[in-house]
């Protein structure tokens, strides 16, 4: 019979209670790896560069390293992925949330346009 108990009731130990915080801490990290480790403060568009701020400091970003944007939408959130031709410092790939609100699939005019630059470059 299944019974709750703790240790301290009946002096027996179950490895569940060390599985299971175990497996938790694991995919807590997998979360916060794939989706917080790379995710920048800041991204303006500078015409032929981009100037990202990550963790207090600036990087500016030549359009011709970009290789592609990526769209994911999340919980209400747009994200855009950065994938970069070359290793730099903030990685070869990062996100970033836009501010204010766009289209229906999450794209505003300004992404539109950012992505048309790296299509003709």
Do not use: C
Not at 29 to 35: C, P, W
């Amino acid at each position: 019979a299944w019974r709750w108990s703790t240790l301290a009731q009946t002096g027996e130990w179950s490895a569940w209670a060390v599985v299971i915080p175990v497996l938790l801490g694991i995919f807590g990290f997998v979360l916060h790896h794939e989706f917080l480790s790379n995710l920048v403060d800041e991204v303006w568009d500078m015409g032929d560069a981009l100037r990202v701020r990550s963790r207090g400091r600036e990087h500016l970003l030549p359009l011709s390293e970009v290789e592609r944007l990526d769209y994911r939408p999340m919980q209400g959130l747009h994200w855009i992925v950065v994938h970069l031709h070359t290793s730099h410092p903030l990685g070869k790939k990062w996100v970033f949330i836009p501010q204010g609100r766009g289209s229906i699939e999450g794209w505003s005019p300004q992404l539109d346009a950012l992505e048309e630059r790296l299509d003709q470059g």
